[in-house]
């Protein structure tokens, strides 16, 4: 059964789109991407919460404002800090390499 992985960064401009295209030709992994901001290109919602089997984010203050606008969808769901700073740009091969180096052990 896939697993259903969510990235989140701040605007969902650079990091958690690249993450999602990637990991979205991952075999056994639905991913999808959103941002905590409400400039967000997506904003993430309790519906994407709640549909995460896994949710990955790029920074600890992501963590922090997703339990602090959505407790009750993230209850007894793990959010894994990938601390990833936005230094990246979207695909920056530097950005691929670091997300396959970490999170494939987080999603497995």
Known sequence: MPRNALFICSRNQWRSPTAEQVFR??????????GTSPNARRTVTADDLRWADVILVME???????IARFSRPLLKKAVHVLDIPDD???MDPD???????????LIE
Not at 60 to 66: I, T
Not at 95 to 105: A, H, I, K, S, Y
């Open 88 to 90: 990246y740009r979207y």
């Open 25 to 34: 030709r991952w075999p056994g992994v639905n991913a999808r991407s959103a």
């Open 60 to 66: 600890p203050k992501h963590r922090r404002q997703l």
């Open 95 to 105: 950005l691929v390499e670091l997300l396959e180096d970490v999170v494939p052990p």
